[in-house]
C-alpha cells in the first residue's frame, strides 16, 4: 500500500515493512548516519522513550531520504476496535503520554497511520516525529487527536466529526458510551489521564467484587442437599402403520429419480463431443483486471453513511467472531459505498469465511492490501488456492503465485501492469538471476536505485 504521509512525504507498507520516503532537498541533508543521530538525540529529553518506534534502517536512495520500520510484531489501530473497554485502557493511556510528551519539544505527526499497537506491551507507539532535519509539516491540536483515535476505536466512524450517535458504536453498551461522552467534555491531558487511571481501577475493583459474589455463591450452593430424583417411566411409543399408497408414491419418486440421474450422467459424457473445444475455453477463460482499476485513489471509496446501520451490524459480528453472519451482510452491501478505514474489517470478514477471491473481484485495488495481510499473518502459502477461486485474474495476485511456484517467465510479463516497489524489487532480481537473465537484473537494479539489489547481482555468481 502507497499512501502521500506527512504532507511532502510518502509512506510503502509491504508485508511487515513500513517505508517513509521524503525528498533529500526537502530536509536539507543526504546523510543517513546524521538522520539517524538527530533522531536519537531529540529522544534524549523525554522519558517515555519506548513509546516512540525506532527505523532499523535509513537509506538515501535517489534523491530521497527512506526510513525503514518493521513492523513485524505491531498492529494497525483498527486492532484496538476488537477489544473491550477494560482492555483497551491501558493502550489509551499510553496515546496520552504520548500527546504529553510535546510538552518536551516533541512534535508527533497524528495521523492514524502514524501509529501502531503493541499488544504484548499493551502501549501504543509512534512512527515519526519531528527532529531537527524531520519535519512534521501537518500540525494538529495534540488533545483533539487523542479523543479522535479513542473514538475511532470506539466506534466505525472514520472520521469522528462530532460526539457519534448510539448506531456509531462498535458495542453500544451504556458504559461505552458514557466513556465517549466524557472524554468530549474533559479539555486537557492531565483530566483525561486522571480519568482513565480512575476507571482502570474502578472497572478492576467491580471485576473482584463479581468474583467474591461468585465464589459466596458458588460455596453456597454446594451446601444446599441433593434431592432425589423420581424415576421416570419411558413410554414405549408405537411406530405408525406405513400406508400402502404412499408406498406406491415413493417407489414412483426412486424410478424419475434415477431416470433423471441417466440423463444427467449422458449429457456430461457427450457435453465435450457436442461443444467446441473453442466454447468450453471461452467459458472457463478468466478475465484479466484492467490497470486502471488496480489504482487505489482518493474517489475509490465514497464514505457514504447510506450502510452505516448495516456497517454496525458487521463490526459487532465480527466483534464477537461471528465471521459468517458478518459475511452476509457485508457481501450485500457495495463495498464502494463504504469508507478506505473499513478494509481491515472487510478483508478480515473474507478471509475467516474463505471468500477473498470474490472480495478481490469486486474491489480489484484491494489485492495489495490482501497480499499485505497474508504476508503479515504468514498465510501467503494460501493464496495460490485463493486465485483459482476468482473469476478474474488480478495482475498482482498473480505475479505473487507466479513467484511463489517459480513460473518466473510469466511473473515478469506483469512488469508493467502493477507497481514495483520494496519488497517486489527484490523478487525481480531473483527471477532474473534464476533466469540467468544477469544483463536485464543489472539495468533493473539501476533503475529502482537500490543499493543492495545492485550488490546482489554484482556479487552473483552462475
Request: avoid cysteine; glycine fraction near 4%; aromatic fraction near 10%.
Amino acid at each position: 500500500m502507497y499512501k502521500a504521509f506527512n504532507k511532502l512525504g510518502s509512506i510503502e507498507i509491504e508485508g511487515n515493512q513500513l517505508k517513509y520516503r521524503i525528498a533529500t532537498q526537502e530536509i536539507n541533508i543526504d546523510d543517513p548516519q546524521e538522520v539517524e543521530k538527530d533522531i536519537k538525540r531529540t529522544l534524549q529529553v523525554i522519558e517515555n522513550q519506548d513509546t516512540f518506534l525506532l527505523p532499523y534502517d535509513i537509506q538515501t536512495v535517489n534523491r530521497y531520504m527512506v526510513l525503514y520500520y518493521d513492523l513485524a510484531h505491531y498492529n494497525g489501530l483498527e486492532y484496538l476496535r476488537e477489544l473491550p473497554l477494560k482492555e483497551k485502557l491501558p493502550y489509551l493511556l499510553s496515546l496520552v503520554e504520548i500527546a504529553k510528551s510535546e510538552r518536551k519539544g516533541i512534535h508527533v505527526l497524528w495521523d492514524r497511520m502514524n501509529f501502531v499497537v503493541d499488544k504484548y506491551e499493551k502501549t501504543i507507539k509512534v512512527l515519526l516525529f519531528e527532529t531537527d532535519h524531520l519535519k512534521v509539516y501537518e500540525k494538529e491540536n495534540n488533545f483533539k487527536s487523542v479523543v479522535d483515535i479513542m473514538t475511532y476505536s470506539m466506534t466505525i466512524l472514520s472520521k469522528i466529526l462530532g460526539l457519534p450517535k448510539r448506531n456509531d458504536f462498535i458495542d453500544p453498551s451504556e458504559e461505552n458510551i458514557r466513556f465517549v461522552e466524557t472524554i468530549f467534555r474533559l479539555d486537557n491531558l492531565d483530566d483525561l489521564a486522571m480519568y482513565i487511571e480512575t476507571l482502570m481501577i474502578d472497572l478492576e475493583s467491580q471485576e473482584d467484587e463479581v468474583e467474591e459474589v461468585e465464589k459466596k455463591g458458588f460455596f453456597k450452593k454446594d451446601s444446599k442437599p441433593k434431592k432425589k430424583k423420581t424415576p421416570v417411566k419411558k413410554v414405549r411409543q408405537q411406530q405408525p402403520k406405513k400406508k400402502k399408497k404412499a408406498e406406491d408414491k415413493n417407489s414412483k419418486m426412486m424410478k424419475l429419480g434415477s431416470g433423471f440421474f441417466v440423463v444427467t450422467m449422458l449429457i456430461y459424457f457427450l457435453l465435450p463431443v457436442i461443444l467446441p473445444a473453442g466454447d468450453q475455453a471461452k467459458e472457463t477463460e478468466q478475465n484479466i483486471v484492467d490497470v486502471e482499476d488496480l489504482k487505489v485513489d482518493s474517489e475509490a471509496f465514497e464514505g457514504s453513511e447510506k450502510y452505516n446501520n448495516n456497517l454496525v451490524s458487521v463490526y459487532r459480528k465480527a466483534y464477537n467472531s461471528d465471521y459468517k453472519d458478518a459475511y452476509e451482510i457485508l457481501a450485500k452491501i457495495p463495498k464502494k459505498e463504504l469508507s478506505s478505514a473499513d478494509v481491515p474489517l472487510m478483508i478480515k470478514v473474507y478471509n475467516e469465511t474463505s471468500h477473498l477471491g470474490l472480495l478481490m473481484d469486486e474491489m480489484p485495488m484491494l489485492a495489495t492490501d490482501v497480499i499485505t495481510f497474508l504476508l503479515t499473518n504468514e498465510k501467503m502459502d494460501t493464496l495460490p488456492d485463493i486465485a483459482k477461486t476468482m473469476k478474474t485474474k488480478n495482475p498482482y495476485i498473480e505475479f505473487e503465485v507466479a513467484y511463489m511456484t517459480e513460473d518466473f517467465k510469466t511473473m515478469l510479463t506483469y512488469l508493467d501492469k502493477i507497481e514495483i516497489n520494496g519488497r517486489k524489487e527484490q523478487q525481480v532480481i531473483d527471477a532474473y538471476l534464476a533466469l540467468g537473465e544477469l544483463d536485464n537484473a543489472r539495468e533493473f537494479a539501476n533503475k529502482v536505485g537500490n543499493p543492495d539489489l545492485i550488490k546482489q547481482v554484482e556479487t552473483f555468481k552462475n
